[in-house]
């Protein structure tokens, strides 16, 4: 017969037994939330994640070049109603330097949880071919969510220069071979890349001035320390505005809806040199599939939105998104084009 006390002291082990489990539980969670000691591969991170819960804290939008460039612009934009969807500041993070290779590296090293973006444009596929030793691999390092949208590249020339069409720059580079300077954000960029082929097709020669970006690019232009440059429409176009720099033309397939009067390099007497810009999402290879998604979704959500849209197109861009496999593709051709574009123009890898 189980006596009133007896009742007690088995209630009390009971309790007692239920503490220590739970204390046990709480002992294993907390080891496995400071984790940061325990290294972890990808496999074990992607086990860890909870793309339901996701996300929960601040996102960090790393963009390889400087503050005030076309990419950066358009990331702004595009964060800020990110921001709102997703409940959760999308913080913009400027890391440029060596062609957009320093942001892409610091991004490819990340944890691939999905609190990491990074902006991959046209220069992530391009210095694939244009460095040795770019520190990532474009297609290997990194899961690529969607594009965001493209830009077109402008051939500008410094306003005082007496330089007021294709012709006349030709011309001028013709009759004073290696005097005239051109800019752009880096090696290997699309405004390297196409100054480098137009140089070719058309038998000239400059020199080239690299800076960090198309925003320093157009200052060195303004200043007058260069004579011309292919920098992306967004950055030049507000210059060209004001009167600062003249728009010989658009290194594109067709006009900027911006600025109409301006031919095309074809359309100047100048064919074989088309370019464009693109840009988009990308994750630390290894992320969620489920996190990836909401992150692809989100973003097509905020290019939706038509005050998104009208301030990209405000700023001479255009809107586009993709699935990941289309944003490879993507990178896949332009890989491609680069190694065409090195070959005419003879440029080996830096």
């Not at 997703?86 to 609190?115: H, T």
Request: charged share 20%.
């Amino acid at each position: 017969m189980v006596t009133r006390e007896d009742e007690a002291t088995i209630v009390e082990k009971a309790t007692t037994r239920r503490r220590t489990l739970i204390a046990a539980m709480s002992a294993a969670g907390a080891a496995l939330a400071g984790a940061g000691a325990i290294p972890v591969g990808p496999l074990a991170r992607r086990a860890f994640a909870q793309p339901g819960d996701f996300p929960s804290r601040p996102i960090r939008w790393i963009v390889p070049y400087l503050a005030g460039t076309a990419p950066d612009m358009s990331v702004r934009v595009v964060a800020e109603a990110l921001t709102d969807i997703l409940r959760q500041p999308v913080v913009v993070e400027n890391k440029g330097g060596a062609s957009g290779n320093l942001g892409a590296q610091i991004a490819a090293r990340a944890k691939p949880d999905g609190y990491t973006w990074v902006y991959s444009a046209t220069p992530m596929a391009t210095n694939m071919r244009m460095y040795k030793a770019p520190g990532y691999d474009t297609l290997k390092d990194f899961t690529h969510v969607c594009l965001i949208g493209g830009a077109d590249v402008l051939l500008v020339a410094r306003e005082g220069t007496g330089l007021r069409t294709v012709r006349d720059l030709v011309e001028r580079l013709r009759r004073e071979p290696g005097k005239l300077n051109f800019g752009s954000g880096g090696v290997g960029t699309p405004a390297h890349l196409g100054a480098e082929l137009f140089l070719n097709v058309t038998g000239a020669d400059a020199v080239h001035v690299p800076y960090k970006g198309a925003s320093e690019t157009v200052n060195a232009l303004m200043g007058g320390q260069i004579d011309f440059a292919f920098p992306i429409f967004q950055v030049a176009f507000p210059h060209v505005q004001t009167g600062k720099l003249v728009a010989l033309a658009v290194a594109g397939p067709q006009r900027n809806p911006a600025l109409p009067n301006v031919p095309t390099l074809a359309e100047a007497g100048v064919a074989g040199v088309s370019l464009r810009s693109f840009g988009g999402v990308s994750l630390p290879a290894g992320a969620p599939a489920a996190i990836v998604k909401k992150i692809g979704d989100a973003v097509r959500q905020a290019l939706e939105r038509p005050a998104t849209r009208a301030k990209m197109e405000a700023q001479g861009g255009s809107v586009r998104w993709s699935t990941p496999e289309q944003f490879v593709e993507e990178i896949r051709a332009e890989i491609e084009r680069t190694e065409k574009m090195m070959r005419i123009a003879k440029l080996e890898p830096q």
